[in-house]
Nanobody
Framework: VQLQASGGGLVQTGGSLRLSCSAS????????MAWFRQAPGKVREFVAA????????YSTDSLKGRFTISRGNGRRTLYLEMNNVIPEDTAVYYC??????????????WGQGTLVTVSS
């Protein structure tokens, strides 16, 4: 399984950004996929996840209403729609995939990360 995240960049407070993660590999369409983020000097934290068929999503309460996770392109691309961003959203965002397990826990496959910087 290979994951390639993209779409990061510099955005102003209140703006929007969409991250993408292209996934390849055997059975990836049957994997749960997720976004995590790691801000400078902080531990990596769970952002959101989506089930293999896209029917169920999981998110962090503090980000509900601003961030939306989805998957498309035959379930091979993961998206994170980020709206009304704030400086605290500045972080490296990672996509991840797993075949089973806690959707907020350990994932076996990780992308390289894409940097999002929110200016005030």
């Amino acid at each position: 399984v290979q994951l390639q995240a993209s779409g990061g960049g510099l955005v102003q407070t209140g703006g929007s950004l969409r991250l993408s993660c292209s996934a390849s590999g055997h059975s990836i369409t049957r994997y749960t996929m997720a976004w995590f983020r790691q801000a400078p000097g902080k531990v990596r934290e769970f952002v959101a996840a989506v089930s293999w068929n896209g029917a169920t999503t999981y998110s962090t309460d503090s980000l509900k209403g601003r961030f939306t996770i989805s998957r498309g392109n035959g379930r091979r691309t993961l998206y994170l729609e980020m709206n009304n961003v704030i400086p605290e959203d500045t972080a490296v965002y990672y996509c991840a995939a797993q075949s089973a397990g806690d959707v907020r826990g350990a994932y076996g496959y990780w992308g390289q990360g894409t940097l999002v910087t929110v200016s005030s």
